[in-house]
């Protein structure tokens, strides 16, 4: 897991560079006051100096604050 503040300044250093995302599937599921949102995408991006096509799934689990969605975390892995 790579903290939301590392993987910034790894972009802002140029060391990820996303050149497109194309978007397979979607899902949403809630329940309550949480929720999952799921995407699987096609990744073209140059990482660390290595440009690469990765299949990613993106999971990101989010509460709701009152009236308010907020993000816990995303998780990537591939598929």
């Known amino acids: 897991m790579q903290p939301k503040a590392e993987w910034l300044a790894e972009m802002r250093q140029g060391r990820f560079v996303y050149h497109t995302i194309e978007e397979k599937s979607t899902t949403l599921d809630v329940d309550g006051d949480t ?8 990744t073209d991006a ?17 509460v709701r604050r009152g009236e308010t969605w907020v993000v816990l975390r995303t998780e990537a892995t591939t598929w």
């Open 46 to 62: 140059t990482v660390y100096g290595t440009r690469w096509d990765r299949r990613l799934r993106l999971a990101t689990d989010c």
């Open 35 to 42: 929720a999952r949102l799921v995407v699987r995408t096609v």
